[in-house]
């Protein structure tokens, strides 16, 4: 069983800055990939961005700028940096897995895996 944990969500100010960690129990990205997505209350869940093992990431055009996707394949871990956050980025973050890399990075019924996620609020 593949296990993802995330941490480092919480409170922020408009404006300011997190990073979330999401460590993976085994190396998995030889032909997969992982990504970052998020869900607010009442909303579907949505696609922040992916990164492969050769650190090719892939961003919606509305995050673009402000969210960074990078990772430590030494350590497993996969980061998302996130700036000037806005309230509208209030989400449950979750990061997720696949094995291979097929059909649309953002569509999360394609993930194997997935961590509990971590809570981020943005207050304006």
């Known amino acids: 069983q593949v296990n993802l944990v995330e941490s480092g969500g919480g409170s922020v100010q408009a404006g300011g800055s997190l990073r979330l960690s999401c460590t993976i129990s085994?190396?998995?990205?030889?032909?997969?990939?992982a990504a970052w997505f998020r869900q607010a209350p009442g909303k579907g869940r949505e696609g922040v961005g992916t990164?492969?093992?050769?650190?090719?990431?892939s961003y919606p055009k509305s995050m673009k700028g402000r969210f960074t996707i990078s990772q430590n394949n030494a350590k497993n871990t996969l980061y998302l940096q996130m700036n000037s956050l806005r309230p509208e980025d209030t989400a449950l973050y979750y990061c997720a897995a696949r094995r291979l890399r097929i059909g649309s990075w953002s569509d999360f019924n394609l993930y194997n895996y997935w961590g509990q996620g971590t809570q981020v609020t943005v207050s304006s």
């Open positions: 085994e190396f998995m990205f030889d032909n997969g990939c």
């Open positions: 990164i492969d093992y050769a650190g090719s990431t």
